[in-house]
């Protein structure tokens, strides 16, 4: 297949790529700074000869976006908004022009959608959508997304939680705070963490692209959330780190204030149950946490 990654440059669009060129896959990068062959220059926001690429492919794949770990200042909040939707709008542009246009367009989406939640276990039928900062920016780039129908594309938002792997994301930093015996709950430790390992991501993504009965709004999570003190708890365990500190909400509010980024990061509760993904016949690799941390952490 022919497949080509908008902001593909990242942990996600790197594990992406190896994995679908290992498969014997032609992949290609837009990205702002094109530094290998496979990589094409695009700004995210205008047309240029980069769309030339779009035309025939078999898959597109669109992951550009600031990232939230962040202060929600207003000049970020207008780069995270402007990022998701001028990207998403301007490939929109370049689809429509193409002659043979790519059968299918998976758009990066987020968990974050469904609302606060630590009883109610939000699937796709079911969930609950808020309204904050965070939810209406998933609002209004699924709205941008959905917005136009092209009858040769078919197009899948990945509502994605926490990504697990060594390279990059959150897992990382996880394991650099537990060394540092700083691994104990975050806050009351009740909220719920969705997420999920790497390599069923990947897998995942290869699922709905072979899928053809798959589209629309879709949860890549796995399908065993768990609460933050449980998952900080089997971490420790995993690594052999006999205690760690709890940090009570006061003191995140602190630490996120010189570390740059903000306390929903940690304390919202995503509880998200991949019912779409289940349904259609997809096996998780790593469905529960403990599987995970024992492939991650050796």
């Known amino acids: 297949m022919k497949i080509i990654i908008a902001g593909g440059t990242g942990f996600l669009g790197d594990s992406l790529k190896k994995f679908f060129a290992s498969k014997g896959h032609n992949v290609l990068i837009l990205t702002r700074k094109p530094a290998q062959e496979h990589e094409i220059y695009w700004d995210a926001r205008t047309l240029g000869d980069w769309k030339n690429y779009l035309d025939g492919a078999d898959v597109l794949i669109n992951l550009t976006g600031k990232s939230v770990d962040c202060r929600y200042n207003e000049k970020n909040r207008q780069e995270i908004y402007a990022s998701r939707i001028e990207s998403t709008r301007i490939l929109q542009e370049a689809v429509d022009q193409c002659v043979h246009q790519p059968k299918i367009w998976l758009n990066a989406a987020s968990a974050t959608i469904y609302a606060h939640a630590e009883q109610h276990l939000n699937t796709e039928s ?173």
């Open 126 to 298: 079911n969930g609950v959508i808020g309204d904050d900062f965070s939810m209406n920016i998933c609002k209004s780039w699924e709205a941008e997304f959905f917005n136009a129908e092209n009858q040769a594309t078919r197009k899948a938002a990945l509502r994605t939680s926490i990504v697990m792997g060594n390279s990059g994301g959150a897992f990382p930093k996880l394991k650099t705070v537990t060394k540092l015996f700083l691994g104990g709950k975050q806050g009351s430790g009740r909220q719920k963490v969705s997420w999920i390992h790497i390599d069923d991501f990947c897998r995942a993504v290869e699922w709905i692209i072979d899928h053809e009965e798959m589209s629309g709004a879709i949860n890549v999570t796995a399908p065993l959330p768990l609460t933050n003190a449980e998952m900080m708890d089997k971490l420790r365990n995993r690594m052999k780190i006999p205690f760690g500190l709890n940090a009570a909400v006061w003191q995140l509010k602190i630490a996120s204030f010189f570390l740059q980024t903000e306390t929903e990061l940690l304390l919202k509760s995503r509880n998200v149950y991949p019912e779409k993904l289940l349904q259609s016949g997809f096996s998780f690799a790593y469905p529960d946490m403990e599987m995970a941390l024992k492939d991650l952490i050796k």
